[in-house]
Every structure is written in C-alpha cells, then in structure tokens.
C-alpha cells in the first residue's frame, strides 16, 4: 500500500494496491455514475465530500482527458484545482522536486502530476506530505487503465472472466493493464514487436505475481479469442524514435481484418488520442465496436472514486 507518511494515500501505481481496493474504487465509481444518470453535466454531488479540498495538477507533458477529467471530478466532488504547467513554475528554472512538493503540500491538499519520467513522480511522493497522484509517467498509466476497467466491466462483464489483447507498444498504458490483471485477475496477451516488449522489470513483476499474462509478436496470434482488443499510439510523448517505430509498428494497425480475429462482439478500446489510420482505421475507431468515447468519459467517474480514495470525504 501506498501510505507513506502519517495518512498519505499516494495512487502511483496499481501494484502498489490489493484487489479489494482497486475493486472498491471501480465499484464506487460506477455506483457515482449511475447516481448522476439524468443529472446535468458538471452537476455537483449533493453532499460535495471535497467541499475545501483542493488539487494541484501539474503537467510536464501536454493533456486533454486527463486534465479536464480531473478538474471536473473535483469541481463535482465540491473541491477545487489549480492546473499548473512545469515550464512556468520555478520547476522549469531548476527549483528542484523536492523543494516543489514541500511547498504545495502547504497549500493544497493533493498534487496529481503527469510526469516526463517516472522517477519525478517518485521523487514527489517520497518529499510531499499530502496524496500524489500519477497522472501518466513514461512507465504507467494508472488512472487510465482504471477507467478501462469500469468500461470493460459496463460492456463486458467481470474482469476476471475477460481475455484483453494489448497489441502494438509495450508502454506505459501496457505496464500499467499488466499490473491491473495481476492484481485484479482477468487474461492478457500483449502482441508487440519483439524491440518494443514491455520492460522486463513489469513482465518479472507478472511472473512473480502469477499474473495471466502471455508475451507474443504476432498481433493475429495475440488478438486470438480475445473479448476486448486494445491498442494506443506508436510513439508516446517521451519517445524520439518516431521513424522506427512506425516501420516496427505498421504490422500492428487494428482494422477490420484484425478485429475479426477476435471473439465475435469483441469491443476496441484505445486511451486516446487516436492517430487514426495508423495504429486504428477509422472504420474501427467509428465501428460499432468501438467503445473508445465511452472509456474517455469513464475517466471522469473513476477520477471521482480515485479523488475520494486519496483525499477521504468529509
Ligand atoms: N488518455 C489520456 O491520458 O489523454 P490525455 O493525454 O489527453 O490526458
Ligand atoms: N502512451 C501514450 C498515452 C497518451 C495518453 C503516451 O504516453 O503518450
């Protein structure tokens, strides 16, 4: 778990969880959702259990989803935000991480970062004195694939019954899917190029942990009796090889041919955004498969129950 100092409750990364309590924030999320059915949008909850709360957000990276999602959760949980970008804090003129985290634990009472690389994030928690969160490193994702969960299990049924196939790059969105079947059960098979495999410190995590998590190359093989195909984009923020990956890459297109290898009603999902016609055809993006709008809202409600997690109510 990840109390690290008196009551700080970090959301790092989803090994550092049991079942029980990525269950609970799943659970929680999808009853927030279903309460608000018919509400309008951004709506605050009734009882507002962030009422004098708030959270610093800071990018190094840019952000649609994840920024609007969490400002939005916060708004409607009755807390506030402050949305910070690094490059105009004293961060992008050298003040270091540690001394940032000290400072904005005395005026806020969370901070959730999306990081540049992973080891900042770590870096913040170990000197903050209130709740970090992981906004996206170069290594996970783990709000992300919080959400992909509630969607999976709205359209889907139980995780522990699904096979996910992750096809294309073994990255940070793939490192944290690999902790969330280790942890919360469920069948994974990652196809990726052998260059751009997960790294071997996530897949010895899931050998350690007896996750069922399969490694192959061939995307056909991977995509197998699979009930949710998932893919992201070639080249991810942090990455410099675009060239490369895209000759790497251009095997692993999930279109229509892709997806009929999978099991009969398999829905796609993608973290977004999408570089349509590259790793997805717009005839997946937009077919009736697709469930890619309905994974982009469920940020916001899992947001919500992750908030409630890290921050406490009233
Ligand atoms: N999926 C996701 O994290 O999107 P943003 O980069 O827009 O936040
Ligand atoms: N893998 C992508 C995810 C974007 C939300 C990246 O890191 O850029």
């Known amino acids: 778990m990840n109390r690290v100092s008196g009551n700080n409750m970090h959301f790092l990364d989803l090994n550092d969880f ?18 608000r059915r018919g509400s309008p949008r951004g709506h605050r909850e009734k009882d507002e259990p962030l009422k004098g709360k708030a959270l610093a957000l800071i990018f190094e990276r840019p952000s649609t989803r994840t920024r609007v999602s969490f400002e939005m959760a916060m708004k409607q949980l009755g807390g506030e935000v402050i949305v910070l970008s690094a490059n105009d804090m004293q961060l992008g003129r050298g003040e ?32 903050a004195s209130v709740p970090v969160i992981n906004g996206l490193t170069d290594l996970s994702h783990p709000c992300q694939v919080m959400a992909d969960i509630l969607t999976l299990e709205e359209h889907k049924g139980p995780l522990s019954r699904q096979h996910v196939s992750w096809v294309g790059d073994g990255n940070n969105v793939a490192a944290s899917w690999i902790h969330a079947v280790g942890v919360m059960g469920g069948k994974l098979t990652l196809g990726c190029p052998e260059p751009l495999h997960p790294t071997r410190e996530v897949m010895s995590w899931a050998k ?11 995307p056909e093989d991977a995509v197998k009796d699979a009930d949710c195909v998932i893919t992201d984009c070639w080249v991810s923020m942090h990455d410099k090889d ?3 990956r895209h000759n790497l890459l251009k095997p692993y297109q999930v279109n229509k041919a892709l997806m009929s290898r999978a099991k009969p009603g398999a829905i796609f999902m993608h973290c977004l955004p999408a570089h349509r016609n590259e790793e997805v055809t717009d005839e997946v993006m937009d077919g009736p498969a697709s469930v890619v709008f309905d994974e982009a809202e469920n940020r916001l409600h899992i947001q919500k129950s992750i908030l409630l997690h890290c921050l406490g109510g009233k």
């Open 208 to 218: 350690a942990a007896r996750a069922d998590v399969s490694l192959m190359v061939s």
């Open 18 to 35: 049991d079942a029980k309590t990525l269950r609970d924030i799943v659970d929680n999320a999808r009853r927030m959702k279903e309460a």
């Open 96 to 127: 270091t991480i540690a001394d940032t985290a000290r400072v904005l634990s005395r005026y806020v009472d969370g901070i959730m970062l999306r990081a540049a690389r992973h080891s900042n994030l770590l870096d913040l928690a170990r000197h």
């Open 242 to 244: 675009g060239e490369t």
